[in-house]
């Protein structure tokens, strides 16, 4: 058995992605979509240029999701001076919080096995990770 990091992250990351699936396949989302409605949900009122920044995402494709989760009735855009701001329509905070809801209801089935002391550690552990991750820039943007 491969013990990597590289390797757990990526079949958990499988696990986690099937997972969600299942759920957004429910309300109408795609896996694609996930972080932009979580980004807006979370941000109220940020315009498209912020949520392509802060996700670091293609300018083209930002925008063709931005205007189908309108489409989709999942988001709103009102134009504001020659920017577009972005919120969630009351569609989209349902979705939304199902969304968010779905990475602590993973979490709760994958760490069942640990203890609540051994979830703390892991979790802390790889935060510590993560931290130096992204001061190496190991991780590079779109």
Known sequence: ???????????????????????????????????L????????GCTQSELTEALGLDWGYCQRSTLRL???GFFLREKHGRAYHL?????????????????FDWDNEILQPLSNEER???LTLLAKV???EANTKLCTRR
Request: proline content about 1%.
């Open 1 to 35: 058995m491969i013990q990597t990091l590289a390797y757990y992250s990526t079949v958990l990351s499988r696990s986690f992605a099937a997972y969600t699936a299942r759920i957004l396949e429910q309300i109408g989302l795609s896996q694609g979509l996930l972080y």
């Open 37 to 44: 409605l979580l980004y807006v949900g979370r941000h109220p």
């Open 70 to 72: 309108v489409e989709d």
């Open 87 to 103: 919120s969630l329509s009351e569609k989209g905070t349902q979705a939304f919080q199902t969304s968010h809801q779905v990475f």
């Open 120 to 122: 703390t550690q892991l």
């Open 130 to 132: 993560k931290e130096k």
